[in-house]
């Protein structure tokens, strides 16, 4: 083998590498995702992927794909609005938007955040319990966001959306 035949060759598994590894965090994306939507059973309507790098528009269909990126934090990064409301059919409603963060920690194991300062929830994949703990999680944080919004509002309006997910 040529130095330039050796080169490619790296060239080659690494770029194998890296598609493995892409497609490993959108599997396990995809799996994420289906089991919080079940967690929730959410409509289907009352969902959507959304890019967090821009802002979504709001007449688009993203796929997951389109809405994860891997950032310079070496975590890819993943959007999910949810609409939440009163009782269907009735207005206002109000879209939450979740960034997710997520690595792969171990073969079948990923670090799971909802915040750069999170120290995140380890979810091995074939383990359903970690899916929940992390659920439960997510759930408390939107609750308490909920809860604290009337006692937070005056002093801090600007500072409504910063716990690891955004209203808008």
Sequence with gaps: MSKFEELCSAYKQAVDAWWAYRDDAFQFAQMLITRYL????IPLCDW???PVEQDPESTRTYNCLEAMHLSPDMLWHLGLQIAVYGAPNEYPRQRLTMHLLFRKAAPQTF?????????GHTIAVDNEDTFTVFFDF????????FQDRPRNFPQHP???GEIGFIDQ
């Design 38 to 41: 079940t967690y929730l059973e």
């Design 48 to 50: 959507r992927f959304v």
């Design 138 to 145: 997510l759930q408390v944080q939107i609750l308490r966001h």
């Design 158 to 160: 600007a500072s409504l």
């Design 111 to 119: 670090l799971v955040k909802i915040a750069a300062n999170d120290p």
